[in-house]
């Protein structure tokens, strides 16, 4: 009965020498899988990381401009409304306005032309303007202030300045405008 004892122990022993040696020669293969896979170095892996951080960045950046979209929207909307003229009326106002502003800048105005360009996809019609006006130099300055002060929205694109035939200084102005459709 001893020696029973003894065998079955000496088999137990083999069996768990074996499983274990098995297990080494395992975890032996997948330790030369691991060497011969791609590995990634510090230097790529701190560039990575940086990535994914400026990444995250933008997604909040975006995510808070799409959350703030819908009143700048509305903003949009209502500065369009309450600074650009409706473009059937806007034409008689804006020569209205340039001509009260020459005027009362003391200065002889000449003829205003307009050239439309087609809408943007917003509605929003370019307006140039064409005009000149003729008086001494002070009253040219102050035409300018006037029409920087306006109520209406000017974006002067140049002015040139030359002497008329009556010895006064001509002031030939290209501006534009925008109308709303």
């Given at each position: 009965m001893k020696r029973a004892i003894q065998r079955r122990n000496k088999n137990i022993i083999r069996w768990t020498l074996i499983v274990i040696l098995g297990m080494d020669v395992l975890l032996l293969g997948v330790n030369w899988r691991l060497d011969a896979s791609p590995r990634i170095s510090q230097g790529e892996l701190r560039r990575l990381e940086l990535l994914e951080k400026s990444y995250r960045a933008d997604t909040t950046r975006l995510e808070k401009f799409r959350s703030e979209l819908p009143s700048d929207e509305k903003q949009w909307g209502e500065f369009f409304t309450a600074n650009f003229r409706p473009a059937g009326a806007g034409y008689s106002a804006i020569s209205a306005d340039l001509t009260e502003l020459s005027q009362a800048a003391g200065l002889r105005s000449?003829?205003?032309?307009?050239?439309?360009?087609?809408?943007?996809?917003?509605?929003?019609?370019?307006?140039?303007?064409?005009?000149?006006?003729?008086?001494?130099?002070?009253?040219?300055v102050n035409f300018l202030d006037q029409m920087e002060h306006s109520e209406n929205f000017y974006v002067l694109d140049s002015l040139t300045l030359a002497s008329s035939n009556q010895g006064t200084l001509r002031l030939n102005v290209q501006l534009r405008t925008y109308f709303r459709t």
């Open positions: 000449d003829t205003i032309t307009f050239r439309q360009h087609n809408p943007d996809p917003h509605g929003l019609v370019e307006i140039e303007i064409s005009t000149a006006v003729e008086g001494d130099y002070a009253s040219l």
